[in-house]
């Protein structure tokens, strides 16, 4: 299969109807990440983004909307306060997972009663959204455990033969995922931290909660993807804690053979102290917005750069941060949890 990239126009989002309605998969830009959707009420179709993906089958896929789509075909509840929420930040970086009516294929929850929605804010997205008219689910369009893509190149390196069709909708300006948010209780609970942090959430229904998953034997985790390898680069990945770094990232420079084997990833303001141990720097940025956007490129340029890429801990840890933290440990972790 060749895999075209195509700018978005009525004639490719025609073509993406086309292969979308005959059961297939597109790569889609939203203003987090890529997504690698398809239709979220046909069986097929969910189990190949699965299959494609090299995704573990049991962890829930996102359904996707546009911003005019009737919610109460899908979900069972809408909670007072959620409205609040999609009021306050929808379209946009905010997935709410909701008691699900069970209208989508039951491939989508896998086995979850709850359902994953999010209204997209890119352009591109909406647009295709509403060529198709149908929920779209659309899990970052990486292979399973690989660094989230945010440019149509990246989903190419990673389904390149694979996939019909990307849609190119430039490079995403959020670069992390969506905050995951559960709304079935009385209060929201984050499962996943990203964009939309729990003070902006507080800011507008005045509560959030914070969901730590609890590993004990016999207890289904809340949010399946919380257990996984993540977003982890094909270099190894090393965490270096701020406060001893120059030392740390010396010793490692001394061990190796060839310095050009090692490159650091690390705030702006760090760079100049950094380079003068004699290494190459990845720069993450100078504030946190930054920092959210080029995290992912930046991870997938060090794959060819470099054998391992020393992590420096970022002095920056609030807000968007969170989110930013969170992708960057799971990127140097090299296990699975074991559950
Ligand atoms: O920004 C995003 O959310 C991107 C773009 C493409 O929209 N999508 C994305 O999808 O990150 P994915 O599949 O890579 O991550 C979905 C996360 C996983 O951690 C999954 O476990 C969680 O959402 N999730 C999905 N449905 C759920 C549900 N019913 N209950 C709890 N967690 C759910
Ligand atoms: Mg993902």
Redesign the pocket.
């Known amino acids: 299969m060749q895999t075209q990239i195509k700018n978005i126009t009525p004639e490719s989002l025609s073509e993406a109807k086309e292969i979308i309605e005959g059961g297939g998969v597109v790569a ?1 830009p ?7 959707g398809g239709n979220a009420f046909d069986d097929n179709a969910v189990k190949k983004i699965f299959e494609v993906k090299g ?1 573990p089958n049991d ?4 359904a ?1 909307v546009h911003s005019g789509y009737d919610l109460s075909a899908l979900v069972d509840y809408d909670p007072p306060y959620a409205k609040k929420l999609r009021e306050a930040f929808c379209p946009g ?1 905010l ?1 709410l ?1 909701y008691p ?1 009516k069970g209208k989508v294929s039951k491939y ?3 086995g ?1 009663n ?3 929605v ?1 209204i ?1 804010s890119h352009e591109g997205a909406q647009a295709f959204l509403k060529t198709v008219d149908i929920p779209i689910v ?5 292979l399973s455990r690989h660094v ?1 893509p945010t440019s149509a190149k990246h989903v190419f390196d990673d389904f390149n033969g694979k996939i019909p069709l990307i849609l190119d909708g430039g490079e995403c300006a ?1 670069g ?3 905050t ?1 948010c ?1 709304v079935t209780g009385d209060i929201p609970v984050i ?2 931290p ?1 964009l939309i942090t729990k003070e902006m959430i507080e800011a507008v229904v005045g509560v959030c909660g914070e969901y730590t998953p609890n590993f004990q034997k016999g207890e289904r985790v ?5 257990l996984y390898k993540h977003y982890a680069p094909r270099c190894k990945t090393v965490w270096i804690e701020a406060k001893n770094a120059k030392n740390e990232i010396s010793a490692y420079v001394a061990e190796s053979l060839e310095n050009k084997g090692i490159a650091v990833l690390c705030e702006e303001k760090r760079i100049c102290e950094i380079e003068k141990i004699g290494v190459k720097c990845l720069n993450l940025g100078k504030n946190k917005a930054e920092m959210a956007m080029r995290l992912y490129k930046l991870l997938r340029e060090a794959e060819t750069l470099c054998d391992v890429l020393l992590v420096v801990e970022p002095e920056e840890k609030d807000g968007i941060m969170v989110g930013v933290l969170n992708r960057l440990k799971k990127a140097c972790s090299s296990e699975d949890i074991q559950h």
């Open positions: 889609i939203t203003e987090t990440v890529y997504g690698l995704r962890n829930p896929l996102i996707h970086p997935t997972v699900s989508v929850s896998c979850l709850t359902l994953a999010r997209p659309a899990p970052s369009a990486n989230s959020g992390i995922e969506s995951v559960d499962l996943r990203g809340k949010s399946p993807g919380v």
